[in-house]
C-alpha cells in the first residue's frame, strides 16, 4: 500500500464527519495543535494513528455504499 496524502486524508475525514479541527482532534484523542499540524503537513501521525485514520475513512465508505435502512418509515 502507498503513503496516503495525510493531510488530504485528515481534511477529508473532518469534513465528512462534520468536525472542526478541534472536535476531530478530540475524536481521535490527540491536541488540537496536532491535528492542525497534520492538516498542514508539519508533522506526521504515529503509525498506529495512521492505520486508524485509514479505517475510519474505509468505515465511511462502507456506510455509504450501504442502502438506506428503515428511511421511508
Given amino acids: 500500500m502507498t503513503d496516503p496524502d495525510i493531510p488530504k486524508l485528515i481534511k477529508e475525514l473532518r469534513e465528512r464527519l462534520g468536525l472542526t ?13 496536532t491535528v492542525n499540524h497534520w492538516e498542514n503537513g508539519k508533522r506526521m501521525p504515529q503509525p ?26
Fill in 21 to 33: 479541527q478541534e472536535q476531530f482532534a478530540q475524536k481521535v484523542g490527540v491536541t488540537y495543535s
Fill in 48 to 73: 498506529f494513528l495512521v492505520r486508524r485514520l485509514i479505517e475510519m475513512k474505509e468505515e465511511l465508505d462502507a456506510e455509504r455504499k450501504q442502502p438506506s435502512k428503515g428511511k421511508s418509515e
